[in-house]
Nanobody
Framework: QVRLVESGGGLVQTGNSLNLSCTLSGRTFSSYAMGWFRQAPGKERDFVSA????????TYADSVQGRFTISRDNAKRTVYLQMNSLKPEDTAVYYCAAKYWVLRATVSAYDYWGQGTQVTVSS
């Protein structure tokens, strides 16, 4: 059984930071590119960031470029999203997802999803 479990969400003030974590079980972690997505109330789920299987390639949405950093530790089967300089518009449920082998930046490309973790940024 495949499970993705996110943690690290919460309520913070504008300008502060959060570090999200997501751990994969049930599959070989190093065989999967990993992505972070977010969904605000009443909006579609949007791409945030993704990282290749070995961690050598990363990509970001324009809205978070320079503020968010994705990383992974294959030994711990965990992907991270360090979020700095948070803004109220970053408020959303954040989901991690696993995509077999090849890094992609679209929701439909991903094979497995976590349950999400709420991030709320107050102004």
């Amino acid at each position: 059984q495949v499970r993705l479990v996110e943690s690290g969400g919460g309520l913070v003030q504008t300008g502060n930071s959060l570090n999200l974590s997501c751990t994969l079980s049930g599959r070989t972690f190093s065989s999967y590119a990993m992505g972070w997505f977010r969904q605000a109330p009443g909006k579609e789920r949007d791409f945030v960031s993704a990282i290749s299987r070995g961690g050598n390639t990363t990509t970001y949405a324009d809205s978070v470029q320079g503020r968010f950093t994705i990383s992974r530790d294959n030994a711990k089967r965990t992907v991270y999203l360090q979020m700095n300089s948070l803004k109220p518009e970053d408020t959303a449920v954040y989901y991690c997802a696993a995509k077999y082998w090849v890094l992609r930046a679209t929701v439909s490309a991903y094979d497995y999803w976590g349950q999400g973790t709420q991030v709320t940024v107050s102004s």
